[in-house]
């Protein structure tokens, strides 16, 4: 294993090293195969950060978070324990270890049970440049929450109150080991401002809300920014009504068409897929999106949220198309679902990395002013409520609001309707992908226009 530079700076603000989880990665692996264990898998980590609120010009909390632990999965043939612990000391290892293997003894056995095959394991560890340690201390980040509401206040008279701003820096390690021979770990950091101002007076108030969230905290868009922009979209919910129910257009923002992707991921992931409570078992190689849309997976973009050189489990990770000419390429697998499913692990352990759906018809003018004239007369929407998925069926229904749109322009603001639908026909019926890609932690799409949805109103 490569080791990671990064993780080694000085200034990581860590109290512990990586030379010291790996000791205790060692002890632990070294400790289960003496009890009797068929194999072991062990991960040490740390994670450290400040989080802090303000709310109308005045600080409400600091918060300081420190965690440590030490994982550990146990193997009696085809029997897995799991146990854990936050003392690192060598009789609390032992301990652990052995709850684990006691756990294992004891539990069924389960065919798909094991550590990843050793043909799987990553055998190489990129450094991804994903840990850059922001040194900000409360007030440094007080004073950054109160610019960026400040902000907020300052871009008009209507904005009237806040539901607050923060300012978080968070920052982790780990170090993890198989009896099979794997050996990895990295450092990583999440920063992030964000504020929610209110805007109106009584029962016509609307809040919005917005954010940057970055690895690095040179790249978080300024206060000032992300204060205004959020105060911006509040003030354009103002006087929003009703509409009554019909059939039309939706155009999904591109924060929501995240979530959409969300719905595909969840749907074709091994857990729904072998317990065959998704609407698209069987997919795969079967057209589920229109022929101009695809999507990829790329694990090694620099910084990138959804960005590491292994998965959860230590296995190899790669690019790939997950979706092309709007059929279903490949699945999102663990080593156990994929054994569950008779196939082979997908590197997908922990979930998705770095998506990006795109469509070959979206041209670099297809802005948002451009999407609206794409969908015409219909719904523009910006926010979804509650959870009303059924991954077994598909059936799609939740609250929204937003603006309804005339001749491709937006009319007036909408609220306290409700868009239904069927997720397999709205992935069919997707018309258009909007050059407006905004990234959403591990997603990355554009606004998403879906040709026909049901909408509930007066």
């Not at 080791?3 to 512990?16: L, N």
């Not at 992931?269 to 790329?298: C, M, N, Q, T």
């Not at 041209?363 to 926010?383: T, W």
């Not at 609250?399 to 749109?405: D, Q, R």
């Amino acid at each position: 294993m490569n080791d990671t530079p990064s993780a080694q700076r000085a200034d990581s603000g860590f109290s512990y090293s990586r030379a010291f989880f790996e000791d205790l990665v060692e002890q632990a692996l070294r400790h289960a195969k003496t009890i009797g264990a068929t194999d072991a898998g062990a991960e040490a980590s740390e994670g450290c950060g400040l989080s802090v609120s303000v709310r109308k010009g005045a600080l409400e909390t600091v918060e300081r978070n420190r965690d440590k632990s030490l994982g550990v999965t146990v193997y009696v043939g085809k029997r897995r324990g799991n146990a854990s612990t936050s003392d690192f000391s060598s009789a609390a290892i032992r301990q652990t270890v052995q709850a684990a293997y006691d756990i294992a003894r004891f539990t069924a056995e389960d065919p798909a049970a094991g550590l990843p095959d050793p043909g799987d394991m990553a055998t190489e560890q990129r450094d991804l440049d994903l840990f850059h340690p922001w040194a900000i201390d409360s007030e440094g980040a007080a004073e950054l929450a109160l610019q960026c509401e400040a902000a907020a206040f300052a871009t008009d008279k209507r904005i009237t109150n806040s539901e607050g701003a923060g300012v978080s820096a968070q920052q982790s390690h780990f170090f993890a080991g198989h009896s099979s021979g794997f050996r990895g770990g990295y450092a990583s950091s999440r920063h992030s401002i964000s504020v929610a101002p209110i805007a109106g007076r009584g029962e016509r108030m609307q809040r919005d809300a917005w954010y940057s969230s970055m690895r690095c905290a040179d790249e978080l868009a300024s206060p000032q920014a992300v204060g205004r922009y959020a105060a911006e979209r509040a003030l354009s919910r103002l006087n929003a009504r009703k509409i009554p129910t019909t059939e039309c257009p939706v155009l999904f923002e591109s924060p929501l068409a995240a979530g959409l992707l969300g719905a595909f991921v969840q749907a074709v992931s091994g857990g729904a897929l072998y317990r065959r409570s998704s609407f698209l078992v069987d997919a795969l190689g079967k057209p589920v999106f229109p022929e101009h849309i695809e999507l990829l997976e790329d694990p090694f973009v620099p910084r990138g949220k959804g960005s590491l050189p292994f998965d959860e489990e230590g296995v190899r990770v790669a690019p790939r198309k997950v979706v092309e000419d709007g059929r279903v390429q490949g699945y999102f697998l663990s080593t156990y679902s994929a054994r569950k499913l008779g196939m082979r692990t997908t590197g997908n352990a922990g979930g998705s990395h770095n998506l990006e759906l795109r469509s070959r018809l979206t041209q670099p003018g297809d802005d948002l002013p451009a999407m609206l004239r794409k969908l015409g007369r219909g719904l523009f929407v910006i926010e979804l409520m509650g959870h009303g998925v059924n991954y077994v069926t598909g059936d799609y229904s939740r609250g929204a609001s937003g603006f309804w749109v005339e001749n491709g322009e937006i009319a007036f603001p909408v609220e306290e309707i409700t868009i239904a639908g069927n997720l397999q026909e709205m992935f069919r019926g997707i018309a258009a992908i909007g050059a407006d890609a905004y990234n959403y932690g591990a997603k990355t799409v554009g606004s998403v226009l879906v040709e026909r949805m049901k909408v509930a109103g007066s």
